[in-house]
Nanobody, 116 residues
Framework: QVQLEESGGGLVQPGGSLTLSCTASGSTSQINVMGWYRRAPGKPRELVGTISRSDRIEYGDSVKGRATLSRTNDWKVHLQLNSLKPEDTAVYSC???????????WGQGTQVTVSS
């Protein structure tokens, strides 16, 4: 029902900043919360941050203080990451959740690489 398109991934130097965007389409009125998750090589998937329809925001411990989530145009979610570290290198994926019967909707993932 919901399709997600991610943008903004790429290569950034340590200490730099990067903004990821995720645009939902389809049955966006069904979305209750969207968020960003990441998976680094050899590590399990972890929460980056989520934002609800009421704009309640939660951040994962690994990025708290360096991440900012926002939402524009209904369900276009932006994730700004500051003071990037090599440990932030991962595939970042967008997710949308709602009351639908099926599974959560996931984007295809976008690579973020932090290196000199």
């Amino acid at each position: 029902q919901v399709q997600l398109e991610e943008s903004g991934g790429g290569l950034v130097q340590p200490g730099g900043s990067l903004t990821l965007s995720c645009t939902a389409s389809g049955s966006t009125s069904q979305i209750n919360v969207m968020g960003w998750y990441r998976r680094a090589p050899g590590k399990p998937r972890e929460l980056v941050g989520t934002i609800s329809r009421s704009d309640r925001i939660e951040y994962g411990d690994s990025v708290k203080g360096r991440a900012t989530l926002s939402r524009t145009n209904d369900w276009k979610v932006h994730l700004q990451l500051n003071s990037l570290k090599p440990e932030d290198t991962a595939v970042y994926s967008c997710r949308a959740d709602g009351p639908w019967v099926g599974p959560s909707s996931w984007g295809q993932g976008t690579q973020v690489t932090v290196s000199s």
